[in-house]
């Protein structure tokens, strides 16, 4: 059971992951933001049909 | 910069969104093109269709570049490339976002594991806001968009902690907590349509409810396992260090 669970926690330490962690997360974020969210029009038609399926309100 | 762990979280979200895109051809689009045709002049306008038809109309012409003024602002790859490409970035944007997730937590996402990080996205963006929110099929009657998208994010946000107060922590009362935060956007109720009259027929609407979560399904559970297979084949030694 430890056994188990250290290998699936990260022993780097928190300062050392929080850079990417903020990076990844703003960059995917953003990303998700245009594909899904964004009013743009060019960016609703291109998305159009994976806004559909994938169940973010569109229209 | 842990470089190497974000090029890894990148190739798993394309190589979903790669899978996703004839998943999607299956049944999702199908269905939409067959609600499309009960759409009536309703101010949406399908200029992915529009930019097909010019693409087919004329191959040999040399097409003018001046994206602002065509009657499609979509993106000339027509209609299967520009879900395509989008797939693609959506894939890396929800690749990134667990990504970084596990990295906040301090946790790591394996082979072994990842199908489970898989079912928690499929959980947090899709299953948790559909519950009130149902996949809208183009043409069917909606609420303001604006309120929906606000409710939606909300939803997305407090399903993501409430998974994190269930999943990750021992303590009752963070399980009670993470209860409460899941089902409080949906006892709050999803905005809706004043009339729900609507000219697409009642089957098509729940066959694409049904398709599209499926489809939705198949996407997390690729995606996570796809993540945990390339973080321990090619960032490893960085978690490790």
Redesign the interface.
């Known amino acids: 059971m430890a056994a188990t669970r250290t ?6 330490p ?1 300062a ?10 703003m ?6 933001y ?4 964004s ?1 743009s ?2 960016l609703h ?6 806004r ?8 | ?2 470089v190497k ?2 090029l890894a ?1 990148i190739v798993a979200g394309l190589f979903a969104g790669i899978l996703l895109t004839p998943a ?1 051809y299956v049944r ?2 199908p269905l ?1 093109l067959h609600a499309e045709e009960y759409e009536n002049a309703g101010g ?5 269709d529009a930019a097909a038809a010019a693409t087919a109309a004329a191959p040999a012409a040399v097409a003018p570049h001046e ?1 602002e003024e065509e009657a ?4 000339p790859f027509g ?1 299967f490339g ?2 395509l ?3 693609l ?2 894939g ?6 667990t ?6 937590l ?3 996402i ?1 082979l072994q ?1 990842g199908i489970y990080w898989g079912l928690a996205g499929f959980f947090i ?2 299953l948790a ?2 519950f009130s ?6 043409a069917m009657p ?1 609420a303001d ?1 604006a309120t ?2 606000a ?3 909300i939803t997305v946000l407090l399903t993501a902690g409430g998974v994190y107060f269930i999943v990750l922590r021992d303590e009752i009362w963070a399980k009670v907590l993470g209860i409460a935060l899941i089902v409080a956007p949906h006892i709050y109720g999803a905005p809706e349509a004043d009339d729900l009259t609507s000219s697409v027929p009642p089957t098509l609407a729940s066959e ?1 409810a049904v398709s ?2 499926a ?2 399904l198949f996407f997390w559970v690729v995606l996570g396992t796809a993540l945990g297979w390339a973080i321990q084949h090619y960032a490893q030694s960085e ?3």
């Open positions: 290998s699936t926690t990260i022993s780097l928190l050392s992951r929080l850079t990417t962690a903020v990076f990844s997360l960059l995917g974020v953003f990303i998700i245009g594909v899904g969210l009013h029009e060019t038609d291109t998305a159009h049909d994976t559909h399926s994938y169940g973010f309100p569109c229209h | 910069m842990l762990y974000l979280t999607m999702n689009v939409i949406h306008e399908h200029s992915n994206h499609s602002p979509a993106l209609r520009n879900t490409l989008i797939n970035v959506a890396a944007g929800f690749a990134l976002i990504g970084a997730a596990a990295l906040f301090g946790r790591r394996t594991n963006f899709n806001p559909a929110l149902a996949p809208e099929l183009p909606a968009l929906r998208q409710w939606w994010l694409f599209t979560l489809t939705n978690l490790d260090a």
